[in-house]
């Protein structure tokens, strides 16, 4: 019997995001809302929310936040994102935090960090020989932390390889600007890239 020739339907993109008690709120719904928007323009991309421990947790507003898994039941992602916190840098990065967000990070086909949770992927061992930013607040005390990134602290966001550092919530929203499969000019992944962006209401992102 002939082998089918029939090719699989790939399936949703996933997009993992760290939570953990104490978790900026903002960094963590305003990219999830961007992959959002993108489905509206269609991409296919599925979001996902884990813990540590699989635990839910409680953001910075005090609201609690469900999670639907423990970082190590995650299949790889197509994009893991680590949202910042108000305790960084003024605390150190709980080894079991570093730890975890390490797990995600190595099956993923691109990592990205929101504002402060830089100090996450630095204390994950995932910036060093990087290029990399953060809140300019903060950048000098990102480059005592990793003596081995470049930190680039005027820089809105940076790309080093598959890795993504923003200096903030609407830097993570502009570089976020996600895409899918294409099949005709009008909806290349650069036309839905400028729909979704002018649906967030922040410009594109170069390229």
């Given at each position: 019997m002939p082998a089918s020739t029939t090719a699989a339907t790939p399936g949703p993109r996933r997009v993992a995001i760290l939570v953990y008690d104490g978790v900026t709120l903002l960094d963590v719904a305003g990219p999830a809302e961007v992959f959002k928007t993108a489905n509206r323009f269609g991409a296919d991309y599925q979001i996902v929310l884990l813990s540590p421990t699989g635990e839910n947790v409680?953001?910075?507003l005090g609201f609690g936040i469900t999670v639907e898994r423990d970082v190590?039941?995650?299949p790889a992602a197509d994009t893991y994102l680590v949202p910042g916190s108000d305790n960084f840098p003024r605390t150190p990065v709980p080894?079991?935090?570093?730890?975890?967000a390490?797990?995600?990070?190595?099956?993923a086909r691109r990592v990205a960090s929101i504002c402060t949770g830089a100090f996450i992927l630095a204390a994950a061992g995932l910036l060093g020989g990087k290029r990399a930013t953060t809140h300019w607040n903060v950048a000098r005390e990102l480059a005592a932390r990793c003596p081995t990134c470049e930190v680039e602290p005027d820089a809105i966001y940076v790309r080093d390889g598959n890795t993504y550092t923003s200096a903030g919530v609407t830097a993570a929203v502009s570089s976020s600007a996600p895409s899918g499969p294409s099949s005709s000019a009008a909806d290349s992944p650069s036309a839905r890239s400028s729909q979704t962006s002018r649906a967030a209401m922040t410009p594109p992102a170069s390229s």
């Amino acid at each position: 019997m002939p082998a089918s020739t029939t090719a699989a339907t790939p399936g949703p993109r996933r997009v993992a995001i760290l939570v953990y008690d104490g978790v900026t709120l903002l960094d963590v719904a305003g990219p999830a809302e961007v992959f959002k928007t993108a489905n509206r323009f269609g991409a296919d991309y599925q979001i996902v929310l884990l813990s540590p421990t699989g635990e839910n947790v409680t953001s910075n507003l005090g609201f609690g936040i469900t999670v639907e898994r423990d970082v190590s039941a995650e299949p790889a992602a197509d994009t893991y994102l680590v949202p910042g916190s108000d305790n960084f840098p003024r605390t150190p990065v709980p080894s079991t935090l570093a730890e975890a967000a390490a797990i995600p990070a190595a099956g993923a086909r691109r990592v990205a960090s929101i504002c402060t949770g830089a100090f996450i992927l630095a204390a994950a061992g995932l910036l060093g020989g990087k290029r990399a930013t953060t809140h300019w607040n903060v950048a000098r005390e990102l480059a005592a932390r990793c003596p081995t990134c470049e930190v680039e602290p005027d820089a809105i966001y940076v790309r080093d390889g598959n890795t993504y550092t923003s200096a903030g919530v609407t830097a993570a929203v502009s570089s976020s600007a996600p895409s899918g499969p294409s099949s005709s000019a009008a909806d290349s992944p650069s036309a839905r890239s400028s729909q979704t962006s002018r649906a967030a209401m922040t410009p594109p992102a170069s390229s």
